[in-house]
């Protein structure tokens, strides 16, 4: 390897590493500003229950009706799924569902709507449910952590 060749390598790696660390401290930051996480219940039964009839009608077509994915559509349930998220704000994938989603008219979908397929997805990742419904509202949003396991007692 030349000397020039070197050097842009070793110029990749630290950008790489740089956006890695920068990365890192942003999903720190972001679950250490979370009041709540989703082992809090932070949606109601029947708000999960409006939901699926939304995801059937809304979703389902690409994400297909058990949430597995398809295609090019990801799945929205199971391990790589909460995996995915994980240190994540409920803001975080609120925004990008209701601007990405549904694919073919994106951000068609109402804020209530979107928080109430939220709800659904929860409930099939088997979070747990509380008493009151999950607002479309950002700091409530970036208040609650999405973590993959349930934080020790």
């Given at each position: 390897m030349n000397l020039?060749?070197?050097?842009?390598?070793a110029a990749a790696?630290?950008?790489?590493?740089t956006i890695a660390i920068v990365s890192g401290s942003i999903v720190t930051s972001v679950a250490a500003q979370a009041t709540k996480n989703v082992w809090d219940g932070v949606y109601s039964t029947e708000q999960a229950a409006r939901g699926k009839k939304l995801y059937v009608d809304s979703c389902s077509s690409c994400h297909k009706e058990g949430l597995q994915g398809a295609d090019l559509a990801p799945a929205l349930k199971g391990e790589d799924f909460v995996l995915r998220w994980a240190g994540f704000s409920m803001q975080d994938l609120f925004n990008t569902i209701s601007t990405t989603m549904p694919s073919d008219d994106p951000g068609k979908l109402s804020p209530q709507v979107n928080a109430d397929i939220i709800a659904f997805i929860l409930q099939v990742n088997k979070f747990p449910t509380g008493h009151d419904e999950l607002k479309p509202d950002t700091p409530l949003l970036k208040g609650i952590a999405i973590t993959p396991k349930a934080p020790a007692p």
């Amino acid at each position: 390897m030349n000397l020039r060749a070197g050097s842009i390598v070793a110029a990749a790696a630290g950008v790489a590493a740089t956006i890695a660390i920068v990365s890192g401290s942003i999903v720190t930051s972001v679950a250490a500003q979370a009041t709540k996480n989703v082992w809090d219940g932070v949606y109601s039964t029947e708000q999960a229950a409006r939901g699926k009839k939304l995801y059937v009608d809304s979703c389902s077509s690409c994400h297909k009706e058990g949430l597995q994915g398809a295609d090019l559509a990801p799945a929205l349930k199971g391990e790589d799924f909460v995996l995915r998220w994980a240190g994540f704000s409920m803001q975080d994938l609120f925004n990008t569902i209701s601007t990405t989603m549904p694919s073919d008219d994106p951000g068609k979908l109402s804020p209530q709507v979107n928080a109430d397929i939220i709800a659904f997805i929860l409930q099939v990742n088997k979070f747990p449910t509380g008493h009151d419904e999950l607002k479309p509202d950002t700091p409530l949003l970036k208040g609650i952590a999405i973590t993959p396991k349930a934080p020790a007692p």
